[in-house]
């Protein structure tokens, strides 16, 4: 079995819990996880790839992380990566992101390309792309993402999803979003669900979604957030896709390279779904070692 070495790290004001695998002297992956996942996520990955030096932090307000009251914005969850790149030292690493931690990753990309030498997405449109796929209506994009109303209303969703009954759900939003049957790893979808005991835990989790609807609304957020997507991403971009997920169609998600202002590499994934790393990981593991070597 890989080693895994955990650490605390303080960047950008807050503690960070740190996953650590791999050669120290390697070049170094660091891997951005999604929603409502968390460092554990990428632990298939990080075993099959003993030979890559690899960091999974747990974000901003995580279990295993601080629970800050505020800094869920893009700008700031961004400023986290770009912390967590300078403290630990591996400026140039490949950065590998998944879901909640792709919209980080694309817009990351587009302030701090020269930090990074290549961005790898799995399962995650550019917000641009997204937002103006809900906005009108492309593909019923508003009707496959329909939790992000409803985790606009303050304490109610957090505290759901803590309960018994919220368990259950939050169980079931992983299994049945698997690509083919069997094979979701359900004991690692059950130490993830195990995670979140209290409302608080899962407090920050639910803001990011917050957090970003404010972005739209506000109008000066807004602008700064546009007025960010005219840089153009000059770092490579590998999209890793799992052609099954229903939430985030891929017939969207391609236009992602013309939002991002860059031209990019397409791999996608038949008969996967959106946890690319929680079914398919040996696939996964697959493609990051390809671009990682590359």
Known sequence: MTQIEHRQVQANGITFHVAVSGKPDAPPILCLHGFPEGWMSWRHVMELLPNCRIYAPDLRGYPGSSYPKAGYDVFTLTDDVKALIEVLGIQGALLVTHDWGGAIGWLFAHRYSSMIRRLVVVNCTHTKTLVRAALTFEDWQPFRIPWVLPYQVPFLPEWFMTTALGKKLLRWSFTT?????GTMDRALVDEIVAHFQTWRDMHGPVEYYRAFVQTLLFPSRRRRLYDLY????????????????AALPAAVAIKSFNDAGCNGEWRPLPEVNHFVDLEAWQKLADEIQRVYTA
């Open 177 to 181: 979003r698997e690509g083919q049957p």
């Open 230 to 245: 005219q840089t153009p991403i000059t770092t490579p971009v590998t999209v890793i896709w799992g052609m099954k997920d």
